[in-house]
């Protein structure tokens, strides 16, 4: 079997719903937090190994909560987001507060990743096809055109990704004809609207298509692309002045400025798979309550691991 990694997302500042760690707020019916649903579907899928991009002085309760029990069931590795992680001749701005975004944290785990990998947030719950999907492509053997980045990234049906409880942000996927990303479209304020979707403006409601295909941050990639970010990270460095204390270096700004300039190739791959998480406090009742459900139907063992 070949190797794929799994590359989890954990080091999110605060909690946009307040109250805890995000990330570590137990939604399963024996104490199971969202990733541990995440991982065991990875493995199923044949991943073999789970890097765990975290900051440190999450260290400890990390490894107690989760961390620990899972390096029992596979490979574990640890990767730590710095806000003073740069490149020489760089320094954080004065009245800089957080780190530098999804792009710094993968760049994070360059010393431990060392074949191909899916990246996921730690506080999202995607389903079974998708990592079926991801880790599919990443080991097939289907070598790379010469100086073209070939990406993956999990489609989700818009429809399968909204909450009852207020308006969200998607980026919308254009496609060509063969499936391949076009661009994303970055959309605020999607709301349910009866079976549908549609955005909230000024002047009332407008329609989405609700079977549009969404990015959730569910990405593969080839081991290559750590570097395409170790290069890119210092040209973001230099062309942010003016806004040095909240820009962040992001992996859809990255993939499209990549894909703008012919250096990637971004295959969508649809998955049907209802996604879901804590966008709101609210939603965490929902979340619980659809656990409940797969367990009850079989989807999952229980306790998980």
């Not at 990390?62 to 990767?79: H, L, P, Q, T, W």
Request: charged share 30%; glycine share 10%; aromatic share 10%.
């Amino acid at each position: 079997m070949k190797k794929a990694a799994l590359v989890i997302l954990a080091a999110g500042i605060g909690s946009r719903f307040g109250g805890g760690i995000k990330q570590l707020e137990p939604v399963g019916p024996n104490g199971e937090i969202i990733m541990d649903y995440s991982i065991h579907d990875a493995i199923e899928a044949g991943f073999s190994k789970v890097v765990f991009i975290i900051r440190r002085d999450l260290d400890e309760d990390f490894r107690r909560i989760i961390g620990d029990r899972i390096s029992k069931v596979v490979e574990v590795a640890y990767a730590y987001q710095a806000m003073d992680d740069l490149p020489e001749g760089f320094s954080v701005p004065e009245g800089r507060k957080k780190p530098w975004g999804t792009g710094q944290a993968v760049l994070a785990a360059r010393d431990v990743i060392s074949e191909p990998f899916a990246v996921i947030n730690a506080d999202d719950y995607y389903g079974k096809e998708g990592f079926k999907l991801l880790y599919n492509v990443l080991t097939a053997d289907d070598a790379s055109e010469e100086d073209i980045e070939k990406i993956y990234m999990a489609g989700f049906v818009l429809k399968n990704t909204l909450s009852d409880n207020g308006g969200v942000t998607r980026g919308i996927c254009r496609r060509d004809e063969e499936g391949n990303l076009i661009g994303i479209d970055e959309t605020k304020d999607i709301v349910k609207n009866g079976d549908g979707a549609a955005v909230q403006t000024d002047n009332g409601l407008v329609e989405v298509d609700p079977e549009s295909l969404v990015s959730m941050n569910m990405w593969g990639f080839s081991q290559s692309f750590v570097k395409e970010l170790e290069k890119g990270f210092p040209v973001f460095l230099k062309t942010i002045e003016g806004n040095e204390l909240k820009a962040e270096y992001l992996l859809p700004i990255i993939v499209d400025d990549m894909l703008s300039n012919g250096r990637a190739v971004v295959k969508v791959l649809r998955t049907d798979d209802q996604w879901f998480g804590v966008t709101y406090k609210e939603d965490k009742a929902f979340v619980k309550e659809s656990f409940e459900k797969l367990v009850n139907a079989g989807v999952y063992k229980s306790p998980l691991f």
